[in-house]
């Protein structure tokens, strides 16, 4: 189970930090990602980390967003700064996960969370 944290109503230039913590049966968690979709529009990647730390954004937000994580929660953050009209989503996060050593990986994904960004 993912559960997203963070979303709320900002005016343009503004910063939130969104948060995902995984929980439940967790052997390991491969690459944890956030994605966002607005309305009438599909869903888009945004950034991604691996468990190893490697990190990949989406040309609109680089410079713009950092995302990271804790693996001692299980939880994947991401930090939105100089935020622009056109970044008003609901955001989701993402993670592969495996349950038991043996089992495969899993994609699960959160419930959303809405970022409105307006004066």
């Known amino acids: 189970q993912l559960v997203e944290s963070g979303g709320g109503l900002v005016q343009p230039g503004g910063s939130l930090r969104l948060s995902c913590a995984a929980s439940?049966?967790?052997?390991?968690?491969?690459?944890m990602a956030w994605y966002r979709q607005a309305p009438g529009n599909q869903r888009d990647w945004v950034a991604h980390?691996?468990?190893?730390?490697?990190?990949n954004y989406a040309d609109s937000v680089k410079g713009r967003f950092t995302i990271s994580r804790d693996n001692a929660k299980n939880t994947v953050y991401l930090q939105m700064n100089s935020l622009k009209p056109e970044d008003t989503a609901v955001y989701y996060c993402s993670a592969e996960v495996k349950s038991k050593v043996a089992s495969p990986w899993y994609k699960y994904w959160g419930q959303g969370t809405q970022v409105t960004v307006s004066s």
């Open positions: 439940g049966s967790i052997f390991s968690i491969n690459t």
């Open positions: 980390i691996t468990s190893g730390g490697r990190t």
